[in-house]
């Protein structure tokens, strides 16, 4: 095979976030299948990677973060126009200029009518991410999409009438090496000494980049919803890369300060995972959330809203609990409760959930070995030189 030059662009990279990852994996796939790889990013924070990857930091300025990625979309295509040429340009964050969109967030016009107020569809901001959606999904543009949830497809095709032919599925992915299992009894006592916890605790953890979006709120007052006996031997862990400060002040204000735990992100997450006794992911609205499927791949009974797309795989392997939609507060508040008591009482279904979301994720690891992104890249690349 002839060798190929990707240009992958990304606003910002860290090492624990799972767009992140799936760009890391896939640059290192190509890489290793004699491909070069330059990857273009505002901010870089973690491990560089070597050999046929090539990292160019190039920070945005302006005011406000969405002026910060124009100006970093600016300099990229640039550089690209006058420096590079490549086979392929794949964007993992929403802008013009694209051969691939790698579509791990949900559709943005879809949540600014649903979510927002009109008045926020007058802003700058709102304008601007708005037109580099319709420059990607257009039925006049040519960008081909990569989805991790085909549930999203329809979405986007009722805002903006794009042809079936340019999305392409990806299956979840799930790393054998990142999910090796170990002795639950010593992780659990891992998780617990890592947080300075009595070997008691009942905990359960949730995880993710952006806090609010994760619903991190939702679940602090779910947690102050709890019967104070019920609450004394509990605690959440929540981690990720954000702001703590609001949500300790509203656990605080709520009463229940003590018995929420926030920890920015680390790599330990897979063992941590193994030693709790449920995850918590009530998010407001996530595009996949690959998360739970890691967490159900740890044994983890899971606790997710249905308006996560993989909330769909809790439901079909039956390891755990999904809050419908619409999203009601007094029903997370019940499934909590009902969760806990079940963690307390020691209930057969625990065992049940763990085991068939392990047996689940075990059928999804089989079918996505880690290559699929890096294959329908190899082909996009291939068909777009045949094309010129």
């Known amino acids: 095979m002839v060798a190929l030059k990707f240009a992958f662009l990304i606003f910002k990279y860290f090492p624990y976030g799972g767009m992140q990852r799936d760009m890391a994996r896939t640059a ?16 870089w924070d973690g491990e560089v990677p070597q050999g046929n990857i090539q990292v160019h930091i190039l920070p945005g300025s302006g005011w406000f973060n969405f002026q910060k990625y124009q100006d970093f979309i600016r300099q990229v295509q640039t550089r690209i126009a006058h420096e590079f040429k490549f086979d392929l340009v794949v964007g993992y964050n929403r802008m013009g200029g694209l051969d691939v969109y790698f579509a791990a967030d949900p559709c943005f016009i879809e949540r600014a009518h649903r979510q927002r107020s009109w008045l926020y569809r007058l802003t700058p901001r709102y304008r601007w991410f708005q037109g580099i959606e319709q420059a990607i999904f257009s039925p006049q543009a040519d960008t081909q999409i990569l989805m991790v949830d085909m549930a999203e497809k329809a979405v986007f095709q009722r805002w903006y009438q794009t042809q079936d032919d340019r999305f392409h599925y990806i299956p979840p992915y799930l790393s054998t090496e990142r999910l090796q299992l170990h002795d639950r009894a010593e992780m659990r006592a891992y998780l617990r000494n890592a947080f300075d916890l009595p070997q008691d605790t009942i905990l359960a953890l949730l995880v993710g980049s952006g806090f609010y979006m994760k619903g991190l709120d939702r679940a602090v007052q779910a947690l102050a919803s709890l019967p104070e006996a019920m609450r004394k031997h509990f605690k959440l862990i929540a981690i990720g890369q954000d702001k703590p400060g609001p949500f300790i002040n509203m656990a605080r204000k709520l009463g229940v300060g003590d018995n929420l735990i926030i920890s920015r992100g680390r790599p330990d997450i897979p063992q941590l995972m193994q030693g709790a006794d449920f995850y918590l992911h009530p998010a407001y609205r996530e595009n996949t959330g690959l998360v739970i499927l890691e967490a159900m791949a740890s044994g983890l009974p899971v606790l997710a809203t249905a308006s996560c797309g993989y909330a769909l795989h809790v439901q079909a392997a039956e390891a755990g609990s999904v809050v419908p939609v619409p999203f009601e507060q007094a029903t997370l508040n019940r499934m909590l409760q009902e969760m806990l008591s079940l963690v307390q009482g020691r209930d057969a279904q625990l065992d049940a959930w763990r ?31 045949e094309r010129t």
């Open 28 to 43: 290192s796939r190509l890489a290793a299948a004699g491909h070069t790889v330059d990857i273009f990013a505002m901010s």
């Open 355 to 385: 085991d068939n979301g392990l047996h689940y994720t075990r059928g999804l690891m089989v079918a996505n070995d880690g290559s699929a992104e890096a294959l329908i890249m190899q082909r996009l690349a291939q068909q777009k030189q």
